[in-house]
């Protein structure tokens, strides 16, 4: 007997139903990777808008490692969330062991700053050298709360990644 028969079911209906199976098999691992989130609010205007709705990559281990300029959807019901979901841009990573240098600058949509006046080092709520903190920030710097105020993210606390809208 050469080959995979299944008593009763023509090659057609054979390769139809195999078809569906890896079809169902796509769509459950696409449906546990990637989701769609709705931005509220305007801490991220200019780049994202109220009501535009985003395509995010939730695996955190999955996807490529985070990057400067990446902009995440921190987890709903984190501490640092009061229950919603967060949409901010990585302005900075922190290192494993809290030494990184911070640039001297960070570029926004609304120009360039020193790093120093946006994350000064008398800062209370923000630890500058947390090992492995991930510094984010909305957009809009002046209708944000971020990691100005409350401090470095981690990588648990990440959603997702978001690829695109």
């Known amino acids: 007997m050469s080959g995979l ?5 023509s090659k057609r209906q054979q390769i139809s139903y195999l078809l569906i199976v890896l ?4 769509a459950t691992i696409a449906w546990r990777l990637f989701g769609t989130v709705v931005v509220d609010g305007e801490s991220m205007n200019p780049t994202l808008n109220s009501g535009e709705s985003l395509v995010v990559m939730r695996k955190y281990k999955w996807f490529p490692s ?5 902009i995440i959807v921190l987890k709903p019901g984190n501490a640092r969330t009061d229950g919603n979901a967060v949409i901010k841009r990585i302005v900075f990573i922190q290192n494993k062991t809290g030494t990184a240098t911070w640039p001297a600058s960070i570029r926004t949509k609304f120009g360039t700053f020193a790093a ?4 000064p080092a008398d800062n209370q709520n923000c630890d500058l050298n947390r090992p492995n903190g991930i510094y984010v920030m909305g957009d809009n710097l002046d209708h944000s709360e971020d990691s100005r105020d409350y401090g470095p993210v981690t990588a648990s606390d990440v959603y997702g990644k978001v ?3």
Do not use: C
């Open 5 to 9: 028969q299944i008593s009763g079911l």
């Open 23 to 26: 079809l169902l098999l796509f």
């Open 66 to 70: 985070l990057g400067v300029g990446d």
């Open 116 to 119: 120093i006046d946006l994350f």
């Open 163 to 165: 690829l695109g809208r």
